[in-house]
């Protein structure tokens, strides 16, 4: 019986299916690796992320990964590239009806923006809780994707409009993004942030209104 042919058959058959379920087109294979190094980073951090896992949850062979990315560090620096497409997506430039008619008005959409993008991505709260607890080259390259991309979002709506004179907006800014940044980790932990509940909705429209009150007491 087993050097029956009709025996192996079935065998034979499911090794040459399994190969089928891979993704054959390239920008597809593309786009399936890279989905898949993000979601795995969002939900295990890197010390689970490797070239093994990735493939395992892409479906698809590890060499494909080393052809496409070469190796883990490129796939790396393509996560950090999709960050920027990350702020284009979930910040966008389209004002939505607003009227950016000062500096104020920009920061405060940028604020509130910021704030709603940060809670709907579990991999970029990954990142930002990396930033201050990993000091790592991998984590670098990441953390100076997504700032590099906020800048040049905000190069590119600031056009003419200027802080008030006397105002370090290097400085404001960077204690407003770590705010926001604070007060969604805080929530996604802990549920609050200082006493502050940030449940409900209704808790998120005190915390934005609270926002919207420091951004104009600086800004006007």
Sequence with gaps: MLNDPMV?????D??????????RDRSATEK???EAAKSLLAEEGFQNFG?????????????????YYGGLNGLVEAIGADLGTWVKD?????????????????MERLSLLFLEALRDDSLVRRIV???????????RRLSEARSKALANWLDRMRGSLTPPKGVDVVAVNAILIAAIQ?????????GQCAGLALKTPKDWEKAATALKRIVRGVYG
Excluded at 14 to 23: D, F, L, S
Excluded at 51 to 67: E, H, M, P, S, W
Excluded at 182 to 190: D, I, P, R
């Design 90 to 106: 979930r910040i966008p430039e389209d004002t939505g009806g607003m009227f950016l008619l000062t500096y104020g008005d920009l």
């Design 129 to 139: 809780a990396w930033e201050v607890s990993e000091n790592t080259e991998q984590v």
């Design 14 to 23: 499911a090794i040459r299916v399994e190969p089928e379920k891979r993704i």
């Design 51 to 67: 070239v093994n896992a990735v493939a395992r949850r892409a479906g698809c062979d590890k060499q494909l990964i080393y052809r």
């Design 32 to 34: 399936a690796i890279l």
């Design 182 to 190: 604070h007060l969604v980790l805080s929530a996604s932990a802990a």
């Design 8 to 12: 192996l058959t079935p065998v034979a």
